[in-house]
């Protein structure tokens, strides 16, 4: 119980900076708007539709890279990951606040991102945002664990896509097979065994790298 | 001393008897590869390659594999030395996976016609994991060296671990929206001289592998032994 308090404050807290800076939020839905323009141009006409499908997978992982490049930020100023660390919590619980966080983020980009897909392109199916959905619980989890690392080294915004994409290879083909396909379910059961698996391994993995 | 020799038996045996047995062999795989194993009936001369591009993957895979190993020991056992052995295997394996992707790189024009194929699922998750290894590197010189360093890097190569299976089930998937297998290595069953020779090949790659690693990790140890002499002497 004590555990659910700790990450509920973590998250909340991630939330009211964000309500109160708004740093991070409009700078992804700008970004992913202006991207979801550029596809427009970077589709000659004789482009399907299944092919603006597998760009807005593009367009969802970059965003999402956007916003984890951020999401430590607040904690490395004035040493706050420190106190974090130190203080009496599991030290998962700052992992899952955070995901939490990025994950509201990424949902609250996405309400405007796909009716604004649909709009400019082709409608989307209950497959393609279930997708969206167990994609999001992937993107967060691992995404929020490399962010940490990236935040420990030297480079820190450079490094995260580097470490990031090779992992996001799977929930892109998941993803969009679950876009495209007649029979999404296979697809989402994969994408739910992705979420699964890193999930547990970064919950139990975190304490490592916030620690030495 | 933290860089103390492990004690397990097989790091007892001596670096130059490993290398001599490892060239010794290559030696004799190249033999039996090119001259003893009969020609195949479909692909002709090309298909030699295969008594090296396959024990090179799975001598990478098992390169991964042992790196993890040590970096899960790094995590649990918190000794200095498993963080070293770890980064050596991961750097043998990322020269392996190379290795794989410019052999099979070779094999796939001498079949195909083409360079690169993307119907390869092998070659497929090979360049997803060179991409993930080479950040490992990346990650692992961008952070000061000490023990948040040791942890990074051994949470990063458990992720390879985690990532292989993952991938590999993931490029499966991604046949059948992106497009379906067309050609297949399933030829026909080996002989027993080919079989023999492969499994002389896979040994060879792996003694070689093993003794490239000793050697490096030799080669480091003493980098930072003499390091530690150095600033003990200033």
Sequence with gaps: MNYLADVTALARKDLRLELRARDTLPAMLLFVLSTLVVFHFALPTGADEVAAQGLLWVALVFTALLGLARAWAPEREDGALEGLVLAPSDRSAIWLGKSAAVFLFLVAIELVALPAFALFFSPLDAGAVLGVLLANVGICAVGTLLAAMAAASRTRELILPLLFLPLAIPLVVGGVGASVSTEPGRYLAFLGLYDAVFAILCWASFEYVVSE | MSTSSPNSSASK??????????????????????????????????????????????????????????????????????????????????????????????????????????????????????????????LRFSIEEGPRRENVSAVYALFGVALIPVSFLAIRLAEDFIHPTTFTRDGPQMTGTMFFTFCVCWLSISLLAYALYRVELLGKRLDSNLRELREALT
Excluded: C
Aim: glycine fraction near 6%.
């Design chain 2, 13 to 138: 045996i001596p670096v130059p008897a490993i290398a001599a047995t490892a060239a010794a062999l290559v030696g004799l795989s190249i033999v039996l590869a090119l001259v003893v194993a009969p020609e195949d009936a479909d692909q002709g001369i090309s298909q030699r390659i295969f008594y090296f591009h396959v024990p090179i993957a799975l001598t990478a895979y098992a390169a991964f594999g042992w790196g993890a190993w040590k970096a899960l020991l790094v995590l649990w056992k918190r000794e200095e030395r498993y963080d070293l052995e770890s980064y050596v295997a991961i750097h043998q394996g990322t020269i392996f996976g190379a290795l794989t992707l410019a052999t099979g790189s070779i094999w796939a024009k001498a079949s195909w016609g083409h360079w690169w194929v993307w119907d390869s699922n092998q070659l497929v998750l090979f360049l997803v994991l060179f991409l993930f290894y080479s950040a490992y590197f990346m």
